[in-house]
């Protein structure tokens, strides 16, 4: 794909680059895999209803340990997955093929 260059880049440095979160932290975030609960809906609220975000849920984050650097980087992570996983959808069925 034309931007697959990009894509891995951008994939390596939310993945791969150090930061207040462990990588394994970010890459269950941005597959929407085995999160502690609060991160779990969080991550959740984040891939698929992201506008559904309250400072609330941002303020009870903060209250269980989570620092600012770290909700960023898992904010980021989770939206680069659903951005993806919607990228490869809208690719398939460009190429005709049936959704999931």
């Known amino acids: 794909m034309r931007y697959d260059d990009f894509r891995n880049r951008l994939t390596a440095a939310v993945l791969d680059t150090p930061g207040a979160t462990p990588a394994s932290l970010r890459r269950a975030a941005m597959q929407r895999g085995t999160l502690p609960a609060p991160l ?12 559904k975000v309250t ?6 984050l903060q209250r269980a340990g989570h620092s600012d650097d ?5 904010t980021v992570a989770a939206a680069l997955g659903a951005a ?17």
């Open 84 to 100: 993806l996983h919607r990228l490869e959808k809208g690719m398939a069925a460009l190429r005709g093929e049936e959704p999931d």
């Open 40 to 51: 779990a809906s969080y991550v959740d609220t984040v891939a698929r209803h992201a506008y």
């Open 70 to 74: 770290a909700l960023f980087e898992i």
């Open 55 to 60: 400072d609330t849920d941002v303020a009870e």
